[in-house]
């Protein structure tokens, strides 16, 4: 067994542990990062992704890569489309900000490519771990890839394992509270080879249910449409497929350039919070502590913007002695989460068919997406919620 000493020691090597990771190293502070995953594994996980500005400034500003800039697609608004209409939401022009088109699977590559370059310790592929003392003096135990057993003396660990957290059951029962909401619906999602079909995100709502058409790269498409989480992929033929797609953002003209579907997912819904975030000298950051929906494109960046405070109030501690800031962690991160909830619940029962739905609540709905496009002052508050609070 070996036995080692860091000063952060953070489970998970995803987005979050490895911005965190990076943030720590710039700031003299050393970690250990695991994960039981393979890097090739993470890699070639697809996961879509739609940036903040403050997620990009991130990435950009603090030395990770500018591949965001030159390989992601930056985005000026979305378009919210119902009654066969398209009505454009023009972030810049309302907010002054804009979100960019990057996927997930690209924030961790950049990431792990920084951490490589700049000699970060992050192991991958480990396997049996497990975290004891968490109130005091924390260990993170595991067998590393080639077999080693190894146990780390931490200062502090963060646990940015996930949704389905180990860290996160070391919380106390007693002190530990779950809110979950689950929805009754899912997403259709598919992969096209084709060029897209718009320039920016369409959200559209129809009486057959919500669609989503989004993008990856000029030849590939990231498209998706509301259905139920039991559906059975193998009943849906390429054709019926587009037949479904085409029908929810049918009118004024506009169709969806078609292409070879490549995958097919069915993508479940649910929300979700843990409070605190910490306890002792353990934090959660990211999926480990709350999940949203992914109609508001908040996951991602809730994960980041954990780990920048985080990093700000670790910072403050080990290299200032102000231990006393990491008390402020959960209260400032769970107020940016629920705030995301807020935005994700609002988008998800605005556009999506609700399985009981009378036709009072199909006309409401309706009524407020009238509202928001409108509106100046709802389309700036969407705009605003959409492209990222400031951190405070």
């Not at 995100?201 to 009486?207: N, Q, S």
């Not at 990093?311 to 002695?321: C, M, T, Y």
Request: aromatic share 8%; net charge negative; hydrophobic share 40%.
């Amino acid at each position: 067994m070996s036995t080692e000493y860091t000063t952060v020691g953070i489970v998970g090597a995803g987005p979050a542990g490895l911005m965190l990771s990076h943030l720590l190293a710039l700031s003299g502070i050393d970690s250990v990062a695991i994960d039981i995953r393979s890097r090739d594994e993470i890699e070639h996980t697809n996961r879509a992704g739609i940036l903040e500005q403050d997620s990009v400034r991130l990435l950009t500003d603090t030395g990770v890569d500018g591949r965001v800039l030159t390989d992601g697609y930056e985005h000026h608004g979305i378009e919210l489309r119902f009654g066969g209409e398209g009505h454009r939401i023009n972030f810049q022009e309302l907010v002054g900000a804009s979100v960019w088109l990057y996927p997930q699977t690209d924030v961790f590559i950049d990431l792990a490519n920084a951490r490589a370059r700049d000699g970060g310790d992050v192991r991958f592929g480990v396997t049996d771990p497990s975290v004891r003392d968490v109130t005091a003096r924390p260990v993170m135990s595991f067998t590393d890839a080639d077999g080693v057993d190894h146990e780390v003396e931490c200062a502090y660990l963060v646990g940015a394992d996930g949704s389905r957290s180990m860290c996160r059951q070391e919380l106390p029962e007693s002190l530990r509270r779950h809110y979950f909401k689950e929805y009754p619906f899912a997403w259709f999602g598919i992969m096209v080879e084709a060029p897209p079909s718009a320039p920016e995100l369409i959200y559209a709502r129809h009486d057959r249910g919500f669609a989503l058409i989004s993008q990856r790269t000029h030849v590939l498409q990231r498209m998706y449409f509301q259905c139920s989480p039991t559906e059975d992929i193998d009943g849906w033929s390429d054709d019926r497929i587009w037949e479904e797609l085409q029908t929810r953002v049918e009118g004024g003209g506009f169709r969806l350039i078609e292409g070879p579907i490549t995958e097919k997912t069915i993508l479940p819904f649910r929300s979700f919070v843990c409070e605190p975030m910490r306890h002792g000298n353990l934090f959660l950051a990211g999926d480990a502590a709350h999940t949203v929906p992914p109609t508001g494109a908040k996951g991602l960046n809730l994960a980041l913007q954990d780990v920048k405070v985080l990093h700000e109030l670790l910072d403050a501690a080990v290299n200032l002695g102000k231990t006393e800031l990491l008390d402020t962690y959960s209260g400032r991160a769970l107020e940016r989460v629920w705030k995301a909830q807020q935005f994700s619940y609002r988008m998800t029962t605005m556009l999506h068919a609700l399985p009981d739905e009378t036709p009072f609540d199909a006309r409401r709905q309706l009524g407020q997406l009238t509202d928001i496009v409108s509106s100046r002052h709802a389309s700036a508050h969407l705009a605003e919620c959409y492209t990222g609070w400031p951190v405070t």
